[in-house]
């Protein structure tokens, strides 16, 4: 198999290969202090040397419970190869690990290095991946909770730009985040992917003459939508089975499209089926806080629209204030009927909001 080929890693400028390299991750994972993101990192390099073709991911849970599937390792192997012609990757660039290993995003960062031979430099996932960074790094994965903060700390911005290529992924980013990269020189994608596709099968140019309007599929990628209006993918290089996704989307050519949310967050609120992704986008604009848009079960309307905001409460003049601005960009069947405040919002391990457990937390709210 062309994966046992790829059994070598360049780990912070060190060169380890074959049983050196898989004596220097027992070493690690012997050690008693070791935390948890290094006991998933050199367990996955120990599963990636092992003599089976397939890889066990664990899901995000961000629409669900998480669960474990399998993968293929050459449809990962083709999955970085993929990534490289789309970023120009050259062996001997510094990759920066910022991201879990316990899932797909953090696996293909580690995967990418060995196929392409990239030195990786790997931290501790944290809101800031590049608060302690001391090296330039050539290409980095990120979510947009990391780059939120990174853009907010003036150190770290700068080293941000440094970065030749960044891919942004795992949740919908803020327009202001796109505004302000759009002023950088290196260039920044948003990452549209799942564990099942062995995480991004389109890209989308977020700033530079060549910026996107639409993500564009990788080399490879056939994409269609349902009759529910869903995005089909068909991408044999890097899944056995035609994939039909639960995200709504709007075809622009036959690479090129947008997501418009999810099939399964759709709220039917007085016989209208609204989309929360559509409504968050257009709440931005006026809020600053981390929001979401979810429902409770309404006997005259079905499902009752509510805003989520993770904040203190507000004073009222502050709350009449927001009325007024969200009844200004908002459509009337869209206007929440319910403002509430809750602190801290739960993530999930990719740094998304978790729209579920946000949902429970509120109706607990509600009958206490």
Sequence with gaps: MSYQKYNKLILDGRLLQGVELE?????????PLIKDWEKYLFGFILEWLNEKDEIQVKTSGSTGKPKSILLKKQHMINSAEATALALN???????????????????????????????LIAVEPSRNPLENLKKDIDFTALVPLQLSNILESKKTLNQLQKIKNVI???GTLDEKFIKEIAKFSNDFYASYGMTETCTHIALRKLNGEDQDLYFKTLPGVKIS?????????????????LLITNDLATLYSESEFLIKGRFDNIITSGGIKISPEVVEDKLRKIIK????????????????????IESDQSNLNALYELWALIESVLSPFEIPKQIDFIKPFNYTASGKIDRLTMKKIFREKLNN
């Design 89 to 119: 990757l050259k062996t001997g660039q510094i990759a920066l690990l910022a991201l879990s290993a316990e899932y797909i995003a953090g696996k293909m960062m580690v995967v990418r290095a060995m196929v392409l031979g990239l030195n």
């Design 225 to 241: 939508t349902d009759h529910r209006s869903c995005l089909v993918i068909d991408a044999p290089h890097l899944s056995d089975n």
């Design 23 to 31: 004596t220097y991750c027992f070493s690690i994972l012997n050690q």
């Design 289 to 308: 806080e981390n929001f979401l848009i979810t429902s409770i079960v309404d006997s005259k309307l079905g499902e009752k629209i509510i805003l989520l």
């Design 168 to 170: 942004i992924g795992g």
